[in-house]
């Protein structure tokens, strides 16, 4: 027989800020599949409006649900940080990333 309950949680954030000299767009993408992995993906894109080129930065997490988990039980104060992709981008090694100059 088949479990369909949820396992896992598929998150997407996307900040924007735009100040009178420049904008950042900082977007996440979060994959929690429990008793498995971790998998976060980062982009930040930014430009100075005073240059002919727009910034960007790609970054890849990956790690697994278990090293993350047993650093969370160490503290039960933390036990609701297992969603919190925020605190498991600080505790999960960084596999690729990549900055890239686009001209304008």
């Not at 960007?56 to 503290?75: H, L, M, P, T, W």
Request: negative net charge; hydrophobic residues 35%.
């Amino acid at each position: 027989m088949l479990n369909w309950f949820d396992n896992m949680v598929n998150v997407t954030y996307c900040c924007k800020r735009v100040m009178p000299e420049c904008y950042f767009v900082l977007m996440r993408y979060g994959l929690r599949v429990d008793g498995v992995i971790y998998r976060i993906k980062d982009t930040r894109i930014c430009h100075v409006y005073s240059e002919d080129c727009v910034k960007i930065e790609y970054r890849s997490q990956e790690g697994a649900f278990a090293d993350v988990e047993r650093i969370i039980k160490q503290n039960e104060e933390l036990l609701g940080n297992l969603n919190n992709f925020n605190y498991v981008s600080m505790n999960i090694p960084i596999t690729e990333c990549e900055t890239y100059k686009m001209n304008i």
